[in-house]
């Protein structure tokens, strides 16, 4: 796929960019569908989308960088005075406090040190839609770790916990508040909770398309049903809907459970962290919340990882960021962060899912290119 094939813009000094995205796009083939939205200081400094039925108003599911926006909400409450970094969780949901989770903060759940990184028999696709349910079904789990001692990806329910925290205190969803402080004040295209109106322009994810090898090396490494891995990605339910598949699967879309469910644009995913370095986040609160609080071998994920409150250390995974850059990938291969000592909000969005899971590889390439380029301007 050569640059012509390449829509939307850059700004004078990021063409360096725009030849990045062709290059990916070359070596992913002709069903690669992706945008790339990067702003600098206020400003929109690349907006690019290519491949087939993709425009750059095409909304997508968004996995995991969802988890970015359900935890916005909560440094927002936190900046506020409403939550407490430091109390325990039972302090404001009382019946989470059962089977030993009684003084776990909400520090450390946020923190993915809590143990609580699924249910035993696991969820439903109806049940993993509805983070009320999930936090319901969670409330009397015992941790599958003593709380504090390690970190484990607690990757379809954190937003479910955390959104019930901010339930009982505040008597409205992660989903609601989101809408009313973030999404529409800022005329973002990131959604937690699809309207119907905007079905069409919804593009359904595509299952990952893996090699042979590929395929080897991801079976090779799967996790037991009935693992921590297992739990905490819900393969211990005998018909869990596949991970790829969630988005597409309405009632997901619609209800938007705070882990996963979110649907948006790289505009939209971009736009949200501009706000964040445009002044909705005190600067004293986006360095709490990006400050690392858990690294190094995730349970979940029996891989290295790094998280800040909520958020991922994304200069971990790229180190040309800056110390405090935080934000959230999402499991087909979007990224989204914001880094405060450049001023630069990435977006990157994706359809199909991508090898092996998590943010996509092509994203460090095309973060370097991004971040050299705001260097540059900068010199």
Excluded: C
Excluded at 32 to 61: C, F, K, M, N
Excluded at 119 to 135: C, N, S, Y
Excluded at 149 to 177: D, M, N, P
């Amino acid at each position: 796929m050569s640059s012509e094939h390449i829509q939307g813009t850059v700004a004078d000094g990021f063409e360096s960019v725009r030849a990045e995205f062709a290059a990916v796009a070359a070596g992913e083939g002709g069903d690669y569908a992706a945008q790339l939205v990067a702003h600098v200081g206020g400003e929109r400094v690349v907006d690019l989308w290519t491949g087939p039925e993709i425009t750059a108003d095409s909304l997508t599911g968004v996995f995991s960088s969802t988890k970015g926006a359900a935890h916005l909400v909560v440094a927002l409450l936190v900046q506020d005075g409403v939550l407490d970094l430091d109390e325990r969780v039972s302090h404001y949901w009382p019946e989470f406090g059962a089977a030993g989770k009684d003084r776990i903060t909400l520090r450390e759940l946020l923190a993915h040190r809590a143990g609580v990184v699924g249910a035993d028999g696991g969820f439903t696709a109806e049940e993993l839609a509805d983070d009320r349910v999930i936090a319901e079904r969670l409330a009397p789990q015992r941790p599958y770790w003593r709380p504090g001692t390690a970190f484990g990806y607690h990757a379809l329910v954190i937003g479910a916990l955390t959104g019930e925290v901010v339930r009982r205190v505040t008597g409205r969803s992660i989903q609601e508040h989101f809408e009313e402080r973030v999404r529409k004040p800022f005329g973002l295209d990131f959604y937690l909770g699809l309207p119907e109106e905007l079905e069409p322009r919804f593009l359904t994810t595509q299952p990952m398309l893996p090699t042979p090898e590929q395929l080897a090396e991801l079976t090779a490494n799967a996790s037991g049903a009935d693992s921590i891995g297992g739990i905490a990605f819900n393969r211990n339910h005998p018909k869990a809907p596949e991970l790829w598949d969630l988005p597409n699967i309405k009632v997901i879309r619609q209800l938007s459970p705070a882990s996963v469910g979110g649907v948006a644009s790289a505009r939209g995913l971009a736009g949200m962290y501009a706000a964040v370095l445009g002044g909705l986040l005190r600067p004293e609160t986006a360095a709490e919340f990006a400050q690392i609080h858990s690294i190094g071998d995730d349970l979940a994920t029996r891989n290295h990882n790094a998280f800040g409150l909520g958020f991922a250390a994304v200069s971990d995974d790229y180190p040309v960021l800056g110390q405090g850059a935080f934000g959230h990938s999402g499991a087909a291969g979007s990224q989204a962060f914001a880094d405060p000592r450049s001023g630069l909000a990435y977006g990157y969005n994706r359809r199909r899912f991508a090898f092996p899971g998590g943010a996509a590889p092509e994203n460090v390439s095309l973060v370097t290119a991004v971040h050299e380029a705001v260097t540059a301007r900068r010199a």
